[in-house]
């Protein structure tokens, strides 16, 4: 009991309703360190973002002798270690928190009103699994989102028929894996189904049904990993285009400056990198996204 009366109390004090676990119910219970871990990203990334065009300033400034560029790409490095060391010294203990709260109220009130705490005890493996997604797969997103969106600035004022081409291959790539929504979350069903039966086979002490278990896990992730193989590929097809097009554009028909041509190329770059992160993060999105469904289910049946 006093196990569960100390997570009742931290499930008071932080505001979660352990009846409804979701990604919108952890950012509005945790609202004030998740905004600033999301404030600093956002500085962080838009601090990356200047780093090509400083070096593309750099590069035409030395071809001159003027060693004024490198100076300020000096500045703009020492700036981003800071800010981006800072984050992750701050996310590492704000999200651990976020874990240990939500873990205790979910293990109290599985121990206060279940006796198979088997369920209980893959939910609690899953549930680090969903705020690991908020302290690593969702910042990366939102940088991604950023470095997307500054490219595509970026590009369509450097080079605008690079930028037009390289909105287009986002609207492909987006359409990919917007298609795979159900395969990929059903594939994840799949998945996690087996992983919260593990415990109580272990438990059963049967070979053979710990056995078929085993066999239809690797089957299931072997599906998944060959949905999420053929969407990579067909996304990078189109990443591989544009940067082949932007190397076209700029050297062969703009005959650009060589720190122009550094620059577009960087952008397109970091542009093909986010549209090729942000579909992994989306994968991830719905995979945690079925679990805390699965933890929501699992705590209203035990009440």
Partial sequence: MTCFNTARRHRENSGVSMKTVSHL??????????????FVLV????????????????INGLAARDWNGVYFFLGL????????????????????????????DISATAIENHDDLSPAI???????????????????ALGSTIAILGALIMLFVLAPPVGAVALFS????????????????KLNTLVNDELEARARLFMARERQPLFAHFATLVRHQISLSDLEARNFGLSYLFVVLLIAFSLYQSVAVAQAPIGDVFA????????????IIL???????????????RITDGLQSET
Avoid: C, W
């Avoid at 838009?46 to 300033?57: A, N, R």
């Avoid at 893959?122 to 990366?140: C, I, S, T, W, Y």
């Avoid at 579909?279 to 469904?293: A, C, D, L």
């Fill in 170 to 185: 986002a609207i492909v790539i987006a359409l990919i894996f917007v298609l795979s929504r159900t395969r990929i979350r």
């Fill in 77 to 104: 490095e020492t700036l981003i270690i800071l800010v981006g060391v800072a984050r992750r010294l701050y996310d590492t203990r704000a999200y651990g928190d976020i874990y240990k709260n939500i873990g205790q």
């Fill in 264 to 275: 577009v190329l960087t952008y397109a770059a970091q542009f093909a990198e986010g549209v």
């Fill in 25 to 38: 119910e952890i950012l509005k219970a945790y609202k004030g360190r998740i905004s600033i871990t999301f």
């Fill in 43 to 58: 500085l962080e990334h838009l601090l990356l973002l200047l780093e090509p065009l400083v070096i593309g300033i750099a």
């Fill in 279 to 293: 579909p992994m993060m989306y994968q991830q999105y719905v995979r945690t996204s079925e679990i805390t469904n």
């Fill in 122 to 140: 893959k939910r609690a493996d899953l549930l680090q699994e969903v705020v690991g997604f908020f302290e690593n797969e969702l910042p990366m």
